[in-house]
């Protein structure tokens, strides 16, 4: 599937995408948000071969991927899921307010969703501007209910949403 932005589109990853990958999951400040943290070339491999549509941000400027976004369905009916990893060199420029701005869209026009769901550490300042901007109402804070093994301690989460309706 193919979302298209002014700035950016997607496109399914693979593994001539390695080196780009490379450059932000190897990256301590980009992963530091995420329970595994870094991933190594084990963990690139398995997100390029993963069963879920992993959807590539290519820069439509000079076809560099930059990023990924995830968008699949949730366990709920009519409910999809979104998320984001973007390189630390491309934060900050508007790309995911506007990417996700498209799947929105997609979401509720093609794929007739009821809601949409996004969720981020309350740490993470960036994500939680982009769900706001978004439009996304956050309904809940859950308290320490992550176990991050790999630095042995419970992290919060902070639930965002947006219905058809809204």
Request: aromatic share 12%.
């Amino acid at each position: 599937m193919r979302i298209d932005s002014k700035k950016v589109y997607t496109r399914a990853i693979n593994e001539t995408d390695t080196s780009n990958l490379k450059e932000y999951l190897e990256d301590e400040f980009t992963m530091r948000f995420f329970d595994h943290g870094v991933l190594d070339e084990a963990g690139i491999l398995e997100l390029i071969k993963s069963k879920d549509p992993v959807h590539g941000i290519i820069l439509k400027e000079n076809n560099k991927l930059i990023g990924h976004f995830v968008y699949h369905n949730w366990f709920m009916r009519d409910t999809y899921e979104i998320g984001w990893v973007l390189n630390k060199k491309y934060q900050n420029l508007g790309i995911i307010t506007e990417l996700g701005e498209a799947f929105i869209k997609h979401a509720f026009e093609v794929d007739k969703a009821h809601r949409i769901v996004a969720t981020c550490q309350p740490e993470n300042i960036a994500s939680k501007r982009v769900c706001e901007k978004l439009k996304l109402r956050l309904e809940g804070h859950f308290k320490k209910c992550i176990y991050v093994e790999r630095k042995n301690e419970w992290w919060d989460e902070l639930f965002y949403s947006l219905l058809e309706e809204d």
